[in-house]
């Protein structure tokens, strides 16, 4: 972990698959198993990790560039097999903890995810969490990350600037969204990627849990 000297920040927006929900595994079961649907070779687990965090059109695409013809039937495939999936997708240890004091501090808390619209739905509810967070975006609302309309678009409607916000995100896109719109950003190592592949975007810190992050931005 490195320990940065902390700014207080009035927003904070966190990615949810590996950062808020531990769920990578289901999302690489998901990718595997609507190839092979298919009887297309799946891709590697790293390169269905690697895409995580960008919308689901732009991940099939980017995942079997030679089946452009199967795209569609792809994606289809990816939503059934998600329905209908047991991986367990528990909330990371300490979130609601972390969340509640954030907001007991008067930190406004959103959400920025390459989930669809319908999914992050579903899961706020499922988790409970939805009443932490002020407004969220997904991948039907903006451009895929990494582009940072999200952001953008979360700075406007929560009536913040952009020197005063944090994105947390467990992925190397997280972190190129937030640099693309000169975001300070904060990395998790509990998802995709590992501290040096974080820290390959300059985030402020990397933390290997929620109490690292609770020491961090509370103190």
Known sequence: MISP???NYKLVIFDWDGTIMDSISKIVNCIR???????IEPPSDTASKNIIGLSLENAIATLFPDYSEHHEALIAGY????ALDTTPTPVFDHVAQVLTALKNQGVILAVATGKSRIGLERLLDESQLRHFFSATRTSDDAKSKP????LYQLLEE???????ALMIGDTQIDMAMAKAAGMDRLGVTMGVHN?????ELTPIATVDNYQQLQNILLG
């Open 195 to 199: 501290a040096a592949q974080l820290n």
């Open 158 to 164: 929560l009536g913040v600037s952009v020197d005063e």
């Open 147 to 150: 582009a940072p309309d999200m």
């Open 33 to 39: 198993k609507s190839a092979q649907l298919l009887n």
């Open 79 to 82: 939503k059934q097999q998600y």
């Open 5 to 7: 000297t902390m700014k």
